[in-house]
């Protein structure tokens, strides 16, 4: 079975500077990694995903997340924060042996940017 | 541009009563999802479905059922709605071509069972 850890339930920040989500990840089999955010009051949009390839991948907004398999991490990094990255943020995988697109989940990231 | 609507953004219950929680995908994907989101806790699968009628258990299925009768359309069933139940319930939707095909979302319904 697959677990998705995001230690952080909330981040504090202040707009311009640089952010950091973490995300861990406990597997059996090798897994696709997922970043989701949530807006307040709408459903999920995809920021970026690893598949394969570069370890470093880039995503929407200016977002970008490194996947570091010997660490199992997935972490999210912006290098300067705006106030409307103000969002809950998510980490999922996928194991690469399902015949299904069962997302697994982590706990979400709730991430505030203030003046 | 991709959409997936869902019928309610609020909706308000009383303990027993059978509650539908409609979604509607416009992107003729063949998979579609219904979550439901909880504080601390994320998303969590309640059920899935791959193809017209067919329906899977996620991991969380009991209390719920879903339909499906038509590729857009996919269905939540409270049977009898409990206030453990009351929750944000989230719809997604995705092609089947690939495992690692993206999910599009809706906008959520938040529940309240009294």
């Known amino acids: 079975a697959q677990s998705v850890t995001q230690l952080d339930s909330q981040v504090p920040v202040f707009e311009e500077a640089p952010v950091e989500l973490r995300c861990n990840y406990s597997s059996s089999v090798s897994v696709y990694l997922f970043w989701y955010v949530q807006y307040p009051n709408q459903g999920l949009q995809l920021l970026l995903k690893y598949l394969s390839g570069s370890t470093l991948v880039k995503g929407i907004n200016g977002f970008e997340a490194e996947f570091n398999k010997s660490q199992t991490s997935f972490h999210l990094r912006k290098p300067s924060v705006h106030i409307s990255d103000t969002a809950e943020y998510f980490c999922a995988v996928i194991p690469l042996n399902t015949g299904f697109q069962k997302l697994v989940f982590g706990t979400g990231t709730r991430l505030l940017v203030s003046p | 541009d991709v959409k997936v609507t869902q019928s309610s953004r609020y909706l308000v219950k009383r303990t027993g009563e059978k509650v539908f929680l409609e979604c509607v995908q416009d992107m003729d994907h063949e998979n579609m999802f219904w979550y439901r989101q909880d504080p601390g806790l994320g998303l969590r699968l309640i059920y899935f479905?791959?193809?017209?009628?067919?329906?899977e258990k996620g991991d969380i299925p009991e209390g719920y059922s879903v339909s499906r009768e038509k590729k857009e359309r996919f269905s939540l069933i409270l049977e009898s709605a409990s206030t453990n139940q009351t929750s944000m319930y989230l719809c997604?939707?995705?092609?089947?071509?690939?495992?690692?095909?993206?999910?599009?979302f809706g906008p959520g319904t938040r529940l309240l069972v009294l």
């Open positions: 479905s791959y193809d017209v009628k067919m329906k």
């Open positions: 997604a939707s995705s092609p089947a071509d690939r495992v690692q095909e993206t999910q599009y």
